[in-house]
């Protein structure tokens, strides 16, 4: 099974941090991580300093970047600004999000849901030929609107189909196995973005890859959450995935022990402990 694993720590994990970490140790973050043979690095987001100062300096942390044969860094976006500030970093991937319900658009991207969706049409326009992918966020629920119907996800995705690569997340941490499978195979998601919230986040990758998605983000030690939604704890540890599915017999290509040493050096920076695991109870045998 040929898969794609995206680490997002160094923009969804580092941004849900309280303290704003300088853009050479976010670029550092990202050079690590491409050393230990992560397919793909979510490196920055182009997003309002003043909204997100954890993601401040973004073209600082895309000139830090060491690039690397057979890796793809991408970028996020919300907005046409985004997109201008993407456009001349020359990263390989753009990934535009928006969420599934009008509230939390609201709350964290100051627009309605049609308007979102347009944003997201009018960014896919001016991309062109640059990989794409569309990540849907709180497709399980949403923390002020409650469960989310499949029937717009389906509906929502549908839009993009063919255009880009479609990320169904699960920005809470509520959703099981049994709706993850569904929903993905519902909507011919490519890929599944899991939060570890409720302790399901890793089922939930194996169901995902059992309904055909083939991307998975993860992120180091299991750093992220959401500014925007409350008690959204950290994101799938990206060494603890690994650990899965090389027990499952699917091939990563991922050093885990070098993902298990960065983790380490971020729990000295951070001066706590991580979410993840196997950082913690290291490789085995």
């Not at 898969?3 to 690590?32: H, K, W, Y």
């Not at 009018?122 to 640059?130: F, S, T």
């Not at 997340?169 to 890929?191: E, H, K, M, N, Y």
């Amino acid at each position: 099974m040929d898969i794609t694993l995206c680490d997002v720590g160094p923009r969804d994990g580092l941004q849900n941090e309280s303290e704003a970490f300088e853009p050479a140790m976010r670029a550092e973050l990202v050079n690590r991580l491409a050393a230990a043979g992560l397919p793909r690095v979510e490196a920055v987001s182009f997003v309002r300093d003043d909204r997100v100062p954890q993601m401040a300096g973004a073209e600082d942390v895309v000139a830090g970047i060491e690039r690397r044969d057979g890796v793809e860094y991408s970028g996020l976006v919300l907005n046409e600004r985004g997109w201008e500030r993407f456009a001349p970093s020359r990263l390989d991937r753009v990934n535009v999000t928006f969420a599934a319900t009008e509230s939390f658009n609201r709350e964290n991207g100051n627009a309605s849901l049609e308007e979102a969706v347009a944003r997201v049409e009018a960014i896919l326009a001016r991309a062109g030929a640059v990989p794409a992918t569309v990540t849907i966020s709180v497709c399980f629920g949403c923390p002020f609107e409650g469960r989310v119907d499949p029937g717009v996800v389906a509906e929502l995705a549908g839009r993009f189909a063919g255009r880009a690569e479609v990320v169904l997340a699960d920005t809470i941490g509520v959703a099981t196995p049994s709706t993850v499978r569904a929903l993905v195979a519902q909507t011919g998601a490519q890929g599944f973005h899991g939060h570890n919230t409720r302790n399901t986040g890793y089922a939930n990758c194996l169901a995902a890859l059992e309904a055909g998605a083939r991307v998975l983000d993860a992120s180091i030690g299991g750093l992220g959450g959401c500014p925007y939604a409350p008690r959204a704890t950290g994101n799938v540890a990206t060494e603890d995935v690994v650990y899965l599915l090389e027990g499952e017999g699917i091939r990563t290509g991922v050093d885990l022990d070098g993902l298990i040493a960065i983790s380490q050096w971020l729990e000295s920076l951070l001066g706590r402990k991580l979410e993840g695991y196997v950082y913690r109870a290291g490789n085995w045998p």
